[in-house]
């Protein structure tokens, strides 16, 4: 079996003893970071969320899949952020009040990071107030917001009207993603921007900055 593959497959068994030994040693053969990121631990991840999806699997399942993978990451990670020369922008980033998914979010922060930007995650369950607190002090130029329950979705539109509120909706470009969002609900709530996964979150910030 090809190692990345092995990767994803440790992942779907939940080895989180396995993964990081696995990551080591695609990279001693010179695959690159993202590679692994992409073929490997997000590939095992996105198959333990379609056997959720189908009920094969449950929330436990779940959650040690989930373990094995950020070990995985912790190795890259350094990587992935090395490749930076010089900041491109910043980006404050969260996942939305009442919502503790942060796989996904955690993803596009180390890839942005990956790319060069200078990242501050302000982890999961973020309230309005916290999130216009850190652009304001962080001079973000980038603010992006995931969400992965349609109940926690339609709290960005409320930090959205915050920001405009504060007069910091022209200072900063709002970028949304998550598995239940889309373009129109972007433009419905007036975010900047909707990117349906890592890659093109990197592309959109890169877009909006005019980079
Ligand atoms: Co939950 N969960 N969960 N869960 N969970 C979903 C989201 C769900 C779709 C499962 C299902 O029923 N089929 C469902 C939501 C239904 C809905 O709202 N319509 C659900 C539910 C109901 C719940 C609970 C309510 C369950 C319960 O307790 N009864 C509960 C809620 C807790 C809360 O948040 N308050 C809950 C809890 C959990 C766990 C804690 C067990 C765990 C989260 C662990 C963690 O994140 N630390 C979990 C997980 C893992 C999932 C699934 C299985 C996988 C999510 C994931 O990590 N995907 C998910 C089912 C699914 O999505 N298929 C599910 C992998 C990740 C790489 O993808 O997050 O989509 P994703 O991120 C992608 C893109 O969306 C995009 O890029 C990423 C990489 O390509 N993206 C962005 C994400 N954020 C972005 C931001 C951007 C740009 C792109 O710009 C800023």
Not at 25 to 31: C, E, F, G
Not at 67 to 79: D, V
Not at 80 to 108: M, R, W
């Amino acid at each position: 079996m090809e190692i990345l593959e092995e990767i994803a497959a440790e992942i779907e068994k939940g080895d989180p003893a396995s993964v990081p030994a696995l990551t080591e040693k695609a990279l001693s053969q010179d695959i690159s970071a993202q590679d692994i990121l992409n073929k490997g631990l997000v590939a095992g991840m996105d198959t333990i969320s379609e056997r959720f999806k189908k009920g094969e699997i449950f929330i436990p399942e779940v959650l040690i899949a989930a373990k094995a993978m950020k070990a995985g990451m912790e190795i890259i990670k350094p990587l992935l952020a090395e490749s930076k020369v010089e900041a491109k922008g910043k980006v404050v980033i969260g996942t939305v009040k009442g919502d503790l998914h942060d796989i996904g979010k955690n993803i596009v922060a180390m890839l942005l990071e990956g790319s060069g930007y200078e990242v501050i995650d302000l982890g999961n369950d973020v309230p309005k107030e916290k999130f216009l607190e850190q652009v304001e002090k962080e001079r973000a130029n980038v603010l992006g917001m995931s969400a992965l329950l349609t109940t926690t979705m339609t709290y960005m539109r409320e930090v959205i009207e915050s920001l405009e509120k504060a007069g910091l909706k022209q200072k900063v470009k709002v970028i949304i993603g998550g598995a239940p969002l889309t373009y129109s609900f972007a433009e419905q709530i007036k975010a900047d921007g909707y990117a349906p996964d890592a890659a093109s979150a990197v592309d959109l910030v890169k877009d909006l900055l005019n980079q």
